[in-house]
């Protein structure tokens, strides 16, 4: 076995973790290989060492005020979701992915430029195709065919007019 | 229903649990199923009775209180929220731990910023424990070093990793996680894990090597 594979595998190895087999060659390697050896002692002070932070913990006075601010939280959630379904809109689910958003522009902000960018454009191009469907839609209404697109042609009215002679109502 | 969780149903059906028997603490499963049908006291018992388990875990992620504090209150209520999809097939407490830990990765992976070590209280029990002996045997740095000082420098070291090594190292050299359930919780292969635990060893070996002993030559 080569040493760098044994040493690969040596945190598996202190865990009882591998198969018999490469427990057993891992295990001879270490008895003959004095470099993978002092390996394993440096490893096992490595976690002896983050060992200790299992006894890391919070205050106990901290701890004591955990409940009472979950129970607060839960309800401003509740009483948010109730709000919410009231005016038949997610509000609580829009904040959260608000929030989302802006914790992952806040982190990439490269992206968020992109993103603002692909935005800007988007806005742009909606924008101009109103203001074209605008334009183009007073101009073929138009009925005078004339320059101005506001412009009605009294012949036009004349010819929609209800004739006086042919006894069509008038609605009015 | 298992056995468990009907033995457990006895003395509490029908009744919040604080005017249940005090004979036997009452199961999680019973619990589960109180909470589930609306008692809200069921439901504090079992976060009183984790939300320290929790907190650590997620405290060892993040590196810092405040943040440690927000993951843990919204992990329990995501649980709680989820109670009725919990199906009992792994116990409370590994169920609403995965829940911790995957909102933990999650937050670390998009945190805005660096983040700094708030450093929690290391129990008295840590100066006379085994662990602390058996390094205090091990190293090779100067005897006088307090466990304060030790705590310091570990947490340096380890805010130096990338999140993804460090998550690898906290859930299995603090938290003592296997590598399938690392494998599992972080969407990755084994292989994965494996080779990023053993960078992440690397490289704190390194960084620690005042106390673990310079690299092999």
Same mark, same amino acid.
């Given at each position: 076995m080569k040493c760098q594979n044994a040493q690969k595998q040596l945190s598996e190895w202190l865990d009882n973790a591998l198969k018999p087999a490469e427990m057993k060659s891992v295990g001879q390697h270490l008895a003959s290989c004095a470099a993978c050896a002092e390996e394993r002692r440096r490893l096992e002070a490595l976690r002896s060492l983050l060992a200790l932070k299992r006894h890391e913990g919070p205050d106990p006075i901290y701890l004591k005020g955990m409940r009472a601010e979950f129970h607060r939280r839960l309800n401003a959630q509740r009483s948010a979701r109730r709000a919410a379904r009231w005016v038949f809109f997610d509000t609580v689910g829009i904040q959260h992915w608000w929030e989302r958003t802006r914790r992952v522009f806040r982190s990439h902000p490269l992206l968020a430029l992109r993103y603002g960018l692909a935005s800007a454009a988007v806005v742009a191009l909606l924008v101009n195709a109103l203001i074209f469907a605008v334009i183009s839609g007073r101009t073929h209404t138009s009925?005078?065919?004339? !320059? !101005?697109?506001?412009a009605i042609s009294p012949t036009y009215m004349l010819e929609r007019m209800p004739s006086a002679t042919s006894g069509d109502s008038i609605p009015f | 229903m298992t056995p468990a969780a009907k033995t457990a149903s006895v003395? #509490? +059906?029908?009744?919040a649990v604080s005017s249940a028997p005090s004979l036997a603490a009452p199961t999680d499963e019973g619990l589960v199923r109180l909470a589930r049908d609306g008692d809200a006291e069921a439901y504090d018992v079992l976060f009183e009775r984790y939300k320290e388990r929790v907190y650590r875990a997620v405290y060892h992620l993040t590196a810092n209180r405040e943040d440690a504090n927000d993951l843990v209150q919204e992990s329990f209520i995501k649980a709680y929220r989820s109670l009725r999809g919990f199906?009992?097939?792994?116990s409370f407490y590994t169920w609403v731990y995965r829940i911790a830990v995957n909102t933990a990765l999650n937050f670390t992976k998009h945190r805005a910023h660096y983040p700094k070590f708030s450093l929690d209280l290391m129990d008295d029990e840590a100066q006379d424990s085994e662990i602390f002996k058996r390094f205090k045997q091990q190293?090779? +740095?100067? %005897? %006088? &070093?307090s466990l304060n000082e030790l705590q310091e420098k570990l947490n340096k070291a380890l805010l130096k990793l990338s999140e993804s090594h460090r998550a690898v190292v906290v859930l299995h050299d &603090? %938290?003592? #996680?296997?590598h399938d359930e690392i494998a599992k919780i972080m969407k990755c292969s084994e292989g994965t894990v494996r080779s990023r635990l053993f960078y992440a060893h690397q490289e704190l070996q390194g960084l620690l090597s005042e106390f673990v002993g310079g690299p092999t030559p």
């Open positions: 009925p005078s065919g004339a !320059d !101005d697109p506001l | 003395p #509490l +059906a029908g009744s199906k009992g097939n792994c190293r090779t +740095a100067p %005897e %006088e &070093i &603090i %938290e003592g #996680l296997s």
